[in-house]
């Protein structure tokens, strides 16, 4: 069975890290680009960051840039994104999901998610 | 960046009914050298992950009902529910993979009359 499982959330104070990772099993990891998607309970879907198949090249919404870093383990079937420099607006529930090769955008597999809170 | 508008933001529709959802991208998502539309759909049900509903914008996804389908070109699409079941009920969201940075909808919430 494809399959994404995220960890890592939790409860963390503004300008804290926090880093989440995403166990990828059924498929081939290294054939997929990933990608991290959040979401405001309540609101809408919000792209954060990509990652190519070999973790070369990457790309982050403007909003997470230089405070997040999205990386991959192939070895380990795992997508992992570091987060830093935490703030109030990045409290959301995040998914990863998979790229649905070779559209290089839509994503056809996604994960349950994992909350981030960040509050004092 | 490319801003998604959906319309209407909800819609109530009978059981058996037609449902559709309008999307509009702010500048054109189709892509020349393969003359696709770098549009995609989903289906998100409450306290559920997003689904994969249609990806190059009419392009349904494995298992999808074909009861639903996708279209449109260049800047407006169209997500159209042909009989509305009550399993349809959910939120529904256009994303557009023309440029980064990928762009959502605001979502369109579909619901039964």
């Known amino acids: 069975e494809v399959q994404l499982v995220e960890s890592g959330g939790g409860l963390v104070q503004p300008g804290g890290s926090l880093r989440l990772s995403c166990a990828a099993s059924g498929f081939i990891f290294n054939d997929y680009w990933m990608h991290w998607v959040r979401q405001v309970p309540g609101k809408g879907l919000v792209w954060v960051s990509r990652?190519?198949?070999?973790?070369?090249?990457?790309t982050y919404a403007d909003s997470v840039k230089g405070r997040f870093t999205v990386s991959r383990d192939n070895a380990k079937n795992t997508l992992y994104l570091q987060m830093n420099s935490l703030r109030a607006e990045d409290t959301a529930l995040y998914y990863c999901a998979r790229d649905r090769s070779p559209t290089m955008g839509s994503m056809d597999v996604w994960g349950r998610g994992t909350t981030v809170t960040v509050s004092s | 960046d490319i801003v998604m508008t959906q319309s209407p933001d909800s819609l109530a529709v009978s059981l058996g009914e037609r449902a559709t959802i309008n999307c509009k991208s702010s500048q054109t998502v189709l892509y020349s050298p393969n003359n696709k539309n770098c549009l995609a759909w989903y289906q998100q049900k409450p306290g559920q992950p997003p689904k994969l509903l249609f990806y190059w914008a009419s392009s349904r996804e494995s298992g999808v009902p074909d009861r639903f389908s996708g279209s449109g070109s260049g800047t407006d699409f169209t997500l159209t529910i042909s009989t509305l079941q009550a399993e349809d009920v959910a939120v529904y969201y256009c994303?557009?993979?023309?440029?980064?940075?990928?762009?959502f909808g605001q979502g369109t919430k579909v619901e039964i009359k």
């Open positions: 994303q557009q993979y023309y440029s980064m940075p990928w762009t």
């Open positions: 990652i190519d198949t070999d973790g070369s090249g990457t």
